[in-house]
């Protein structure tokens, strides 16, 4: 039962979150955003990760998608991806330690669900999955500015 109320529990905070904080005639652009490259890409991510043995989501029950992951955790990180480029600095002297910070945020809630029995990591997984964040962040921050036209000052 943990495993189920903590996804929807942490989907439900973050998208209460994103719905507090960003104003309303901007939150359709940094949600698509969002939803590109945070639920879709945790999808396409944890599909491949798993398929390559790496990864393993654990008592899934009814919220189980394919098998993979649940149901929830696209969500949650459509909502987290929101908050990131809804934040996101523009200067590059922010901006670094910017995508750093949310790589160990990422991390940070990858080894709390980890402890918790969510999930496992298996194999060098373990060692890589911090660049994996790094490259996610900084080529979903680099995709934002190439998408709206904003160049880092």
Known sequence: MFELSFYLLFAVSIGFATIV???RNLYKKYLLYGLIFGGIGDSILVAII??????????LGA??????FSFWTPIAWTFYFTLF???LPHRKIFLIPYVL???LLNYSVGT??????????????KYIQPFIYLAWCSISAWSFFK????IPI
């Open 21 to 23: 904080i960003i104003p």
């Open 147 to 150: 998408g709206e036209h904003i």
């Open 50 to 59: 798993h398929f390559l043995g790496y990864l393993n989501y654990k008592n």
């Open 112 to 125: 709390v669900m980890i402890q918790s029995g969510l999930y496992e990591v298996i194999g060098i997984y």
């Open 101 to 103: 910070v949310f790589v």
């Open 85 to 87: 480029f809804y934040f």
């Open 63 to 68: 919220t189980s998608l394919l098998g993979i």
